[in-house]
């Protein structure tokens, strides 16, 4: 990080607030060291606070899918209206709400003017929205920017409903799935996203759950190093809802594993052959070197 | 001179304070200030700063991100300078590190935060306000929630083209300018105690 932007006036340094002066003086900058999800709990995160319900698994996985980002500093996320839209204001970096659903469009047109601009450099554009933005009301313009092969990762926080609005059920919702509002039940079955993503396109499309962090550090690692170098990639991260299926606030992971292991919720990953072959020289590289 | 009817004067003025722009405040040219939304001499303007700023019981400067963080040559200097403006007048200072909202965990003991500057104002009881250095479009945004919901007076130093939403506003303010509304508050400072 190029930590000589951060300085205060020295004029100033008495009136700033203590974490500005840890910030800058105690080297706690989210930026440095670069540990992914080793680091979480040790220092200053990219996430700090939310203001999302107690045990919600959409907080928990935003907090660890910025840990795993490459390359935070150059890193832009897009993300769409729903619950992750209240705890963006408090990331530290860049990020740009959308309109419900354009979230793809938007990111798409971000990757090619920041290739115009910045064409020496690396910027990953990192789409980061519920399953409502992504499934449902920007299913359109998801799958358009898969159809072009745009060269940006796509990440669902799929809670299964339209949390944030009182829950509706979504797309992703299961059939038989009885919510707030959604009483008689869905109707049909849960949408298969990343089949569909690997069908439009996608040179890397998975599923994961938060409840082990470094298969899913490694899978928010591969998607975004996919679509920086290969093609468009998607990842869809299943984040239990505690308010709207009515879970403690502590059954949250339970119920991720939980569903891992009955396969209702199985780890996906479907990797082109091109992807498959740059990912190898990656890994091997970083078990040799 | 305009013949705007609308005056940009301390609140409190209810929920939703129109932006001054919408009243039909207009900025003012190079060379000009703005005092509660009238196109005046810069002159005059600085002689209307200090007069609040020293007749103030609780004077304080909100110094935002461009000159709190010395990210580019000569921002230290002006950084200086303000202070120095402050101690003249004998305002405490409070800063607007980043505009992150962060309600309701700020403590407005120790900062302030463009989107929701009024927890500051009313926690300091302050009735006098110096914004400077804070990015337009964030400036605009706490100058309006504190003209709706408190009775502080504000006073912006821009360094761009000014703010139709304070009640006093320069433009185009460097170092130069800095110190000599340093100046010209210290003068009339001598003045006052002398009177
Ligand atoms: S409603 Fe559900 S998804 Fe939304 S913040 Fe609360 S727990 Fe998280």
Redesign the interface.
Not at chain 1, 5 to 12: A, E, G, L, Q, T
């Given at each position: 990080m190029k930590k000589d932007?951060?300085?205060?006036?020295?004029?100033?340094e008495d009136?700033?607030?203590q974490e500005?002066i840890e910030l800058v003086r105690e080297n706690t900058s989210p930026f440095d060291n670069n540990q992914g999800v080793n680091g979480l709990g040790g220092g200053k995160e990219l996430i700090e606070?939310h203001p999302l319900c107690a045990g919600c698994g959409l907080a928990l996985s935003l907090r660890m899918i910025l840990a795993s980002l490459p390359n935070p500093e150059d890193t832009i996320v897009v993300g769409s209206t729903g619950c992750s839209a209240i705890a963006f204001?408090?990331v530290a970096l860049h990020n740009i709400h959308s309109l419900f659903g354009n979230q793809n469009a938007v990111a798409s047109g971000l990757k090619r003017a920041l290739k115009l601009r910045f064409p020496e450099k690396t910027k990953d554009i990192v789409v980061i929205a519920g399953d409502g933005a992504t499934a449902d009301i920007g299913l359109d313009m998801v799958m358009q920017s898969w159809f072009r092969e745009e060269n940006i990762t796509t990440i669902m926080l799929d809670n299964e409903a339209y949390a944030n609005t009182g829950g509706q059920e979504s797309g992703m919702s299961q059939k038989g799935a009885v919510l707030n509002m959604a009483p008689t039940g869905k109707k049909f079955s849960k949408v298969s996203l990343p089949e569909i993503a690997r069908e439009s396109g996608c040179a890397y499309a998975g599923a994961v759950n938060p409840s082990n962090i470094k298969r899913f550090e490694k899978m928010v690692q591969r998607a975004i190093l996919v679509a920086r170098e290969i093609g468009p990639s998607y990842l869809q991260v299943f984040a239990p809802c505690p308010t709207n299926y009515k879970l403690r606030p502590n059954e949250t992971l339970i119920k991720a594993k939980s569903r891992e292991k009955d396969n209702t919720y199985p780890v996906k990953e479907y990797i082109s052959p091109t992807a498959q072959e740059f990912l190898n020289k990656l890994e091997e590289g970083k078990h040799n070197g | 001179m305009s013949n705007n009817l609308y005056r940009v004067q301390a609140g409190p003025e209810g929920y939703l304070p129109p932006a001054a722009a919408s009243m039909g405040v207009v900025l003012p040219e190079k060379g000009e200030a703005i005092v509660e939304g009238e196109i005046t001499l810069v002159d005059e303007a600085m002689k209307e700063i200090g007069k609040k700023l020293l007749t103030a019981k609780n004077p304080v400067f909100f110094p935002g991100p461009q000159i709190l963080w010395a990210w580019k040559e000569g921002v230290a200097e002006r950084a200086r300078a303000i202070k120095e403006l402050a101690e003249v007048v004998g305002a405490r200072i409070i800063p607007m590190p980043d505009y992150r909202p962060k309600y309701p965990m700020i403590n407005p003991a120790i900062e302030i935060n463009p989107n929701h500057p009024n927890l500051t104002i009313w926690h300091n009881k302050i009735d006098v306000c110096v914004f400077v250095g804070v990015h337009c479009h964030f400036a605009n945004v706490a100058l309006k929630i504190i003209r709706g919901g408190t009775d502080c007076y504000t006073i912006a130093l821009c360094g761009e083209a000014g703010h139709e939403d304070a009640m006093i506003s320069l433009r185009d303010v460097d170092l130069a300018v800095i110190q000599k509304l340093t100046a010209v508050v210290a003068e009339l400072k001598e003045v006052m105690v002398h009177d």
């Open positions: 932007v951060f300085k205060i006036s020295p004029c100033f009136i700033m607030p500005y606070e204001p408090q | -």
